[in-house]
């Protein structure tokens, strides 16, 4: 079992940035792909970016390419979300999983944190 939990969400005006952080416990962090998803109110939850356990690969949904970074730092069992020029659209509650391969498909991911929120104002 891995326990997962995110922080640094919060509110940010438009074009402003934000840093996520998702630290892991209980398993070993490097043996897992690490993938970000949101989900705004009213909507499916959506992927947002993966990374493969040692950092080589990455993926990210169109809307958010050039825009969001995911990395890792598996010596701190953290894995990270850097958020710039934030839209209003990217208002959601942010998550992040931990499975086997780095996937967009949410379905590949077994284990997942509480989520934070992120908000951004126009």
């Known amino acids: 079992q891995v326990q997962l939990v995110e922080s640094g969400g919060g509110l940010v005006q438009a074009g402003g940035s934000l840093t996520l952080s998702c630290t892991a416990s209980?398993?070993?962090?490097?043996?897992?792909?690490m993938g970000w998803f949101r989900q705004a109110p009213g909507k499916e939850r959506e992927s947002v970016a993966a990374?493969?356990?040692?950092?080589?690969?990455?993926r990210y949904t169109d809307s958010v390419k050039g825009r969001f970074t995911i990395s890792r730092n598996n010596a701190k069992d953290t894995v990270y979300l850097q958020l710039n020029a934030m839209k209003p659209e990217d208002t959601a509650v942010y998550y992040c999983?931990?499975?086997?391969?780095?996937?967009?498909?949410?379905?590949?991911?077994?284990?997942w944190g509480q989520g934070t929120q992120v908000t951004v104002s126009s």
């Open positions: 999983a931990a499975g086997s391969g780095a996937t967009l498909k949410i379905d590949e991911y077994p284990y």
């Open positions: 209980g398993r070993t962090f490097s043996n897992y792909a």
């Open positions: 990374i493969s356990p040692r950092g080589f690969i990455t």
